[in-house]
C-alpha cells in the first residue's frame, strides 16, 4: 500500500501540486505525505536537474575566513547585526516551467544547519516573491555562485559534527538540492576561527554549553540569554 500510495504521491507532484493538495485529493493526511514528499525529492535531486538560480543572505561572510582566491565577494561583511546565522537559497528546473527550490538556514559559528525548508514546487514568479520573503530578516540577499552555497551548508554541519553536535533531522532528506561538495574549503568557520554559541530560545544552553567544553575546553565565545529574557 506504502508503495502505491507513493507512485500516486509522486504523479500528483509532478504536477505541481503542494503537499496539503496531494493530501486532500488523496484523503490522507499530510503528515503521511509530507515524508514521502521529501523522499521523492531526494530521488530527484540525486540527477542534478539544471540550476536555475542560488542566493546566499547579506554578510554572510562576517566572521569567516573566505580564500581570496575564490573571488567570492560580500557586500554586507562586517555590518552590525550581520554574521552568524547565514540563509541559504537554491533552485532548480523542475519540469517545465516550474522550479523546486531548497532553503538552508545555518549557523556557520556553531551548531550547522539548523532549519532547511522544502522542496517547493512553483513557477519562477512564485520562485521571486518567496525568495524575498525568505530573506526579508536580513538587510537583503546576493545571488551566489552554488559552490558557495554547498560550501556555507555543507561546511557548517561539517564544523558542528566536529564540534559534537548532530545534524538537523531533515537535513539527509534535501542535501541533495545542493549537489555535491567538490574540493577541499575554502572557508574556516566559527566565529574569527573559534565556535561562538548564540542561543535560540528552543535549545538546551546547558547542554550546548557542556558539549562545547567537552570539544573545546574554554576555547569559545557566547551570548548568554536568561530565561527572563524569553518570556
Known amino acids: 500500500m506504502t508503495g502505491e ?21 488523496l484523503g490522507v493526511k499530510p503528515s503521511i505525505v509530507a515524508p514521502l514528499v521529501r523522499e521523492i525529492a ?11 538560480g542560488s ?7 562576517t566572521g569567516l575566513s573566505v580564500a581570496p582566491d575564490r573571488g567570492w565577494t560580500d557586500a554586507a561583511a562586517g555590518e552590525p547585526g550581520t554574521g552568524g546565522l547565514v540563509s541559504v537559497l537554491v533552485a532548480r528546473r523542475h519540469g517545465y516551467n516550474r522550479v523546486s527550490i531548497c532553503g538552508y538556514l545555518a549557523d556557520v559559528y556553531c551548531l550547522g544547519v539548523k532549519v532547511t525548508h522544502g522542496p517547493e514546487i512553483m513557477d519562477e514568479r512564485g520562485m521571486r516573491q518567496f525568495r524575498d520573503f525568505f530573506f526579508s530578516d536580513y538587510s537583503g540577499y546576493q545571488e551566489a555562485p552554488i559552490e558557495l552555497a554547498r560550501q556555507l551548508v ?17 537535513f539527509e532528506q534535501v542535501k541533495g538540492h545542493l549537489g555535491d561538495l567538490e574540493g577541499p574549503s575554502a572557508i574556516t568557520f566559527g566565529r574569527d576561527g573559534r565556535p561562538f554559541y548564540v542561543p535560540s530560545p528552543q535549545d538546551d544552553q546547558n547542554k550546548v554549553h557542556r558539549q562545547l567544553r567537552r570539544a573545546v575546553g574554554d576555547d569559545f565565545g557566547y551570548v548568554e540569554i536568561d530565561a527572563e529574557d524569553d518570556a
Not at 55 to 61: E, I, P, Q, R
Open 42 to 52: 531526494a530521488e530527484t535531486v540525486t540527477s542534478a536537474p539544471e540550476l536555475v
Open 5 to 25: 500510495l507513493k507512485e500516486r504521491v509522486r504523479e500528483l507532484r509532478a504536477t505541481g501540486q503542494s503537499p496539503k493538495e496531494i493530501a486532500r485529493a
Open 154 to 170: 555543507y561546511g557548517s554541519e561539517e564544523y558542528a559534527s566536529g564540534l559534537g553536535f548532530s545534524s538537523f533531522e531533515d
Open 55 to 61: 542566493w546566499v543572505s547579506a554578510g554572510w561572510s
